[in-house]
């Protein structure tokens, strides 16, 4: 088919004849294409019959199609709509795509909540190549394998989210007789956003006791008649989903008052010191504590005997393992 020319009557005309008689006909009898008669209608639409002259049209004046701006006019945006922009820009920026493909499937799980035509400015996509995407079935990557990727899910959903793609890999070529590669398991677990759970490493709890163990002057009798009598001091384990903190109490077996208490992230000696010594001072610097610690490093050591003899307490050491004796921690 060549190329035509029509004058703004002919365009006129036949916009007249495409209302009474549909596109079919229109295009058949006058043998023009659909883009250019969609064209005339949208700039009737948009600047009126003077659009229709030579040299007036969208092409010539590189007006484009309404919905489709270059820039959003924010003064002509309602408060609700801004909102919304504004909510959309921070639900995008928690993905923050880098690939295309990746920012067509951003714009897929949000389509619901937003306009597209907004996700696809924000994320510098058209959407005319999103929608070629979204009906070519979606495809994360080229040889994107809708089968694959089930197989994938559904065995790390198995076993509940412990495997990595390395473990993966062997029991899907084991299970399947396939020759998978890790790498291709991992971009399918990461174009799915599939992350295994990290195991916490468990803290070591096996810590060298000094050379300096004490009597247990106590011997199991935790009776006392006033305060500042019998004293205890113990490091507790305070196990979270992410660390380990550690926590110095001194007791007064009298009332069951915890004198004072002290956390750390780690088992440094300082902070059962200073539990100590926050310890003796709110309670008047005594000078007739005796004070039951356990066999552990922190209360066996020359720094732990020299502060105690400074502040004139007398140190008693429980029996290892005997776990009645340190039954006082937990009442």
Request: glycine share 4%.
């Amino acid at each position: 088919m060549g190329t035509k020319w029509f004058t703004k009557n002919e365009k006129l005309n036949i916009l007249k004849y495409y209302k009474e008689n549909g596109w079919a006909k229109t295009i058949k009898k006058f043998e023009i294409s659909t883009p250019t008669l969609s064209r005339w209608k949208k700039a009737v639409k948009i600047s009126g019959e003077k659009a229709l002259e030579p040299g007036n049209g969208l092409q010539s004046k590189g007006i484009r199609r309404p919905g489709r701006p270059k820039n959003l006019n924010f003064e002509l945006m309602t408060k609700k709509e801004l909102i919304e922009y504004i909510e959309m820009i921070q639900d995008v920026k928690k993905s923050l795509p880098k690939s295309k493909k990746k920012k067509f499937q951003t714009i897929w799980s949000l389509k619901k909540k937003y306009k597209i035509k907004y996700l696809c400015k924000i994320l510098n996509v058209s959407r005319a190549g999103y929608y070629k995407w979204f009906n070519a079935g979606m495809k994360l990557f080229n040889k994107w394998n809708n089968t694959i990727a089930k197989i994938v899910k559904t065995l790390f959903l198995t076993f509940k989210k412990i495997y990595g793609y390395n473990m993966l890999t062997l029991i899907i070529n084991k299970l399947y007789n396939w020759n998978l590669k890790p790498h291709i398991v991992y971009r399918y677990m990461k174009n799915m956003n599939l992350k295994s759970i990290i195991r916490i490493k468990k803290f070591n709890y096996k810590l060298s006791s000094g050379n300096k163990r004490h009597e247990n002057i106590m011997n199991q009798d935790f009776s006392t008649t006033d305060i500042n009598q019998k004293i205890g001091t113990d490091i507790i384990y305070l196990l979270t989903s992410d660390k380990t903190y550690f926590l110095s109490i001194v007791k007064d077996f009298h009332t069951n008052e915890i004198l004072d208490y002290q956390i750390s992230n780690n088992l440094e000696k300082e902070f059962v010191f200073k539990n100590i010594i926050n310890s003796w001072v709110k309670a008047g610097k005594p000078s007739t504590w005796v004070l039951q610690s356990d066999q552990g490093f922190h209360y066996t050591n020359s720094d732990y005997e020299k502060l105690c003899n400074y502040l004139g307490i007398t140190i008693s050491m429980s029996r290892r393992g005997n776990s009645y004796e340190n039954y006082w921690k937990s009442t």
